[in-house]
């Protein structure tokens, strides 16, 4: 098989496992928790411990342990100070990485949840260390030749991930449940319209409603897909995925599962197309794939036949419209959540520069889901050759 190839210097997007020394909040008490380790940790060699912070896992704060003899560990925490309930769950990231692994799935293996905030200031978790490239989530760090091949095999992790049964690995069913089985969407959008809704009354008036949410709403309730239930990542992207240290395309190890939970797999999928369907550049700043001849990056429409033919199920996807202009609807409610933020630092003393600033964001936001509305009614499709089929208006999707 063809090795992977970055470009050099070796550019792993979103910082890769990169390290920095922790400073500020984020700095941990090294001789703390090596003595906490020491007695929990099955293995450890009882040395001094270094720390260092990952540059990605912004939201969970990441650190990559290393003893004095060489042994590696990554320790993922929540972050500081006070934080919504239900959020930054590590024990649920725990938990689902547990049940992947010893289900076969490639994960790094979990070790050790501690609960006890005494020791970082927060729950956290020790997981193996994985070492390997990690691509951006446009690829431009892997060369063109292996593109293909790297797209590809992110592409069949996630139909192993989707053929796993919710119920065969205790995830449903019982009083501990990881989700719920159905209803994923329409429970998605229960909740991004009132998390919207809270933005917007949280924003000291800069940010306003968004001008398209009563169409896009009313497009989605009428246009519902088949509802099926499979253990979905949440945030399934290139920038997520280990690769082989050696080179080769093939995923070691999957990371970040915050987001996890029983829902449609169809949403895994396209969050991970969403790079086909963005102008570059675009307001939003993401990543969108070069699909210039000689680029590497495989058509939409190959990338959906290799998921189909792994997953087990037909192709053309049935409802693929629906699936994409969603994705852009909740990247939408979350730009507007980083409008909010920024409006309510903001809230004293407002700048002309920090209005401008909230202005843009609240662009970018309408941008998704204006361009979300148009997905639903066939107006915009992916940028490459296979766009998405559209929906002639008077038929479900």
Same mark, same amino acid.
């Given at each position: 098989a063809a090795c992977l190839q970055l470009k050099p210097p070796m550019s792993m997007g979103s910082a890769g496992q990169q390290t920095t020394d922790a400073e500020g909040r984020h700095k941990l008490d090294e001789a703390l928790l090596a003595r906490y380790l020491a007695r929990e940790l099955p293995g450890y060699d009882k040395s001094a411990l270094m720390v260092k912070k990952f540059g990605y896992g912004q939201s969970n704060p990441t650190y990559l342990l290393t003893t004095s003899i060489g042994q590696r560990y990554v320790l993922r925490k929540k972050p500081p100070g006070k934080l919504i309930k239900g959020a930054h769950a590590v024990e649920r990231e725990f938990r689902i990485m547990r049940v992947l692994g010893e289900a076969g799935y490639t994960v790094p293996r979990t070790l050790l949840l501690c609960n006890d905030e005494s020791v970082v200031g927060t729950s956290f978790y020790i997981m193996s260390f994985v070492k390997g490239p990690i691509p951006d989530n446009a690829l431009t760090s892997v060369v063109a030749e292996s593109r293909k091949s790297v797209m590809f095999s992110i592409t069949r992790a996630l139909a192993k991930l989707h053929s796993f049964r919710p119920e065969d690995l205790g995830l449903v069913g019982n009083h501990d449940s990881f989700g719920k089985a159905g209803g994923f969407y329409e429970r998605q959008m229960a909740t991004l319209v009132r998390t919207s809704k809270a933005q917007v009354d949280g924003s000291n008036g800069m940010v306003p409603a968004l001008r398209g949410m009563e169409e896009i709403l009313r497009l989605f309730k009428a246009n519902m897909p088949s509802d099926i239930s499979t253990v979905i990542h949440g945030d399934w992207k290139p920038d997520n995925i280990i690769?082989?240290?050696?080179? +080769?395309?093939?995923?070691?190890?999957?990371?970040?599962?915050?987001?996890?939970?029983? #829902?449609? =797999?169809?949403? @895994? *999928? +396209?969050?991970?197309?969403?790079?086909?369907?963005?102008?570059?550049?675009?307001?939003? #700043?993401? =990543?969108?794939? @070069? *699909?210039?001849?000689?680029?590497?990056?495989?058509s939409q429409e190959d990338v959906h036949k290799v998921y189909c033919d792994a997953a087990g199920t037909s192709y053309p996807i049935a409802n693929w419209n629906f699936y994409i202009a969603f994705s852009m609807f909740r990247l939408s409610i979350i730009s507007q959540g980083v409008a909010m933020r920024a409006a309510k630092c903001q809230a004293s003393g407002v700048s002309e520069t920090a209005e401008q600033a909230v202005r843009m964001i609240v662009q970018a936001a309408e941008f998704l889901c204006d361009l979300g509305i148009k997905v639903l009614l066939g107006g915009a499709g992916s940028n490459d050759a296979a766009a998405a089929t559209t929906i002639p208006s008077t038929s479900k999707l």
């Open positions: 690769f082989a240290e050696s080179g +080769a395309p093939e995923v070691t190890a999957v990371i970040d599962w915050e987001l996890s939970t029983i #829902g449609h =797999p169809m949403s @895994d *999928l +396209a969050n991970m197309c969403l790079p086909y369907y963005l102008p570059d550049p675009n307001p939003v #700043g993401y =990543p969108v794939f @070069d *699909l210039t001849q000689g680029s590497g990056i495989p």
